[in-house]
């Protein structure tokens, strides 16, 4: 089982380039959400998706933006990278919301460096 | 707004001591509940949940959880720490109360286990 796979786990962009960091789980999963982690601040939520075609914003949205076209599929995009959007990243899913009686499965994370 | 409070940055235990990690939150409604477990490199993963009912939860690896609504606390204990134990955990809130967005995440504690 595959589970939720995050692609890449490292990257490093200069200031004012644009990615996409990848989320895809094969557990038909409805609910998806990004979170990032920074030092001693925990996990923060970004955006969220109940659904295809539905997304919506978390605590902190600035600067990024998601869209969800399949099922299976929650991509991450930064527009115009800034060396604040240095952070850990967390792809997370679960059958429904994350704060009803679901467990919420976690990718391995992707450690993007912006100089 | 809810929030999650892990007075402790560091703890260190002697393999084989018992654990408490602490847990304060603020949250209007009956809260959600979550502790989760994070390795050096990994994602998340879900120790164990609270909704209601039985005050005391137990989860996965041997540690268990207690709700004590009159001291908004919710810490997590484990009778005999393993080496294998050492890792970050933080403790969660539901953001929704049943709804789809998120977890509001305290900052952590780090868990060292002395030999």
């Known amino acids: 089982n595959a589970g939720v796979t995050q692609t890449p786990k490292f990257q490093v962009l200069k200031t004012g380039q644009s990615m996409t960091l990848q989320c895809a789980q094969d557990?038909?999963?409805?609910?998806m959400s990004w979170y990032r982690q920074d030092p001693g601040m925990g996990l923060r939520l970004i955006h969220y998706?109940?659904?295809?075609?539905?997304?919506d914003q978390g605590e902190v949205p600035n600067g990024y933006n998601v869209s969800r076209s399949t099922t299976e599929d929650f991509p991450l995009r930064l527009l115009s990278a800034a060396p604040s959007q240095t952070s850990v990243y967390f792809c997370?899913?679960?059958?429904?919301?994350?704060?009803?009686?679901?467990?919420?499965?976690f990718g391995s994370g992707t450690q993007l460096s912006v100089l | 707004a809810q929030s999650v409070t892990q007075p402790d940055i560091h703890i260190t235990v002697s393999e084989g001591a018992s654990l408490e990690l602490r847990c304060n939150y603020s949250?209007?409604?009956?809260?959600?509940l979550f502790w989760y477990v994070q390795s050096p490199g990994q994602g998340l993963q879900l120790l164990l949940k609270?909704?209601?009912?039985?005050?005391l939860v137990q989860g996965i690896k041997g540690f268990e959880a207690e709700f004590k609504r009159s001291q908004s606390s919710f810490n997590l204990r484990k009778p005999s720490v393993h080496w294998s134990d050492a890792a970050e955990y933080f403790c969660a809130v539901g953001r929704g109360g049943g709804g789809a967005d998120g977890l509001t995440f305290g900052k952590g504690t780090h868990l060292i286990i002395q030999p």
């Open positions: 949250y209007g409604a009956t809260p959600y």
């Open positions: 998706s109940v659904g295809a075609g539905i997304t």
């Open positions: 557990m038909n999963h409805e609910y």
């Open positions: 609270y909704f209601s009912g039985d005050t």
């Open positions: 997370a899913s679960s059958r429904q919301g994350a704060s009803t009686n679901e467990k919420l499965f």
